[in-house]
T-cell receptor, first 111, second 116 residues
Framework: GENVEQHPSTLSVQEGDSAVIKCTYSDSASNYFPWYKQELGKGPQLIID?????GEKKDQRIAVTLNKTAKHFSLHITETQPEDSAVYFC??????????FGTGTRLLVSP | NAGVTQTPKFQVLKTGQSMTLQCAQD?????MYWYRQDPGMGLRLIYY???????DKGEVPNGYNVSRLNKREFSLRLESAAPSQTSVYFCASSPGQGGPSNEKLFFGSGTQLSVL
């Protein structure tokens, strides 16, 4: 089955810097890759997703890139703000199978 | 619009006790899910309901049972709690039928369960 690895487990940046979180997946047939943000005491919330027919997708300060050949995808956050501090999860899905989540990255943005 | 509501938020059980985690959504979604979240292991699917009246096992179903009471409500029951079930439990829902084939999941705020 699908296996998703996520790095780093923790990431500390200064406000205004960029943050990059990387995930690799094992099943070359995976075709859907969402990213979820989990704030303290809350459930995860979808922030951006990408499908396998697209190489990059942007939404304001957030972007996701996908490299199907290398089987990895990344979340890029530019001009980070303290409110970006949270745990971020990547996930991958093959066809109509269930989502497989990565282990999470705790992002801390210091003022 | 409350979204996905879970109760209780916190619970402490002794080994062998039973309890039911409640979940309700007010978005008229067809599919509902139960996940557990453990440190270093991400989110793992316990059970899901692809539509009202159906339930299916996820990747870690042992020790749990579920009931899709109606379209709004999906409960998770621990019949005989074990320390290995200490975790944070999340209920989620998604608009379409078909369970895991849905894309966007809407999560509740979680139940922190400790089994002593």
């Amino acid at each position: 089955g699908e296996n998703v690895e996520q790095h780093p487990s923790t990431l500390s940046v200064q406000e205004g810097d960029s943050a990059v979180i990387k995930c690799t997946y094992s099943d070359s047939a995976s075709n859907y890759f969402p990213w979820y943000k989990q704030e303290l005491g809350k459930g995860p919330q979808l922030i951006i997703d990408i499908r396998s027919n697209v190489g990059e997708k942007k939404d304001q300060r957030i972007a996701v890139t996908l490299n199907k050949t290398a089987k990895h995808f990344s979340l890029h956050i530019t001009e980070t703000q303290p409110e970006d501090s949270a745990v971020y999860f990547c996930a991958a899905r093959t066809g109509f199978q269930k989502l497989v989540f990565g282990t999470g990255t705790r992002l801390l943005v210091s003022p | 619009n409350a979204g996905v509501t879970q109760t209780p938020k916190f619970q402490v059980l002794k080994t062998g006790q039973s309890m039911t985690l409640q979940c309700a959504q007010d978005m008229n979604h067809n599919s509902m899910y139960w996940y557990r979240q453990d440190p270093g292991m991400g989110l793992r699917l316990i059970y899901y309901s692809a539509s009202e009246g159906t339930t299916d096992k996820g990747e870690v179903p042992n020790g749990y049972n579920v009931s899709r009471l109606n379209k709004r409500e999906f409960s998770l029951r621990l019949e005989s709690a074990a320390p290995s079930q200490t975790s944070v439990y999340f209920c989620a829902s998604s608009p379409g039928q078909g369970g895991p084939s849905n894309e966007k999941l809407f999560f509740g705020s979680g139940t922190q369960l400790s089994v002593l």
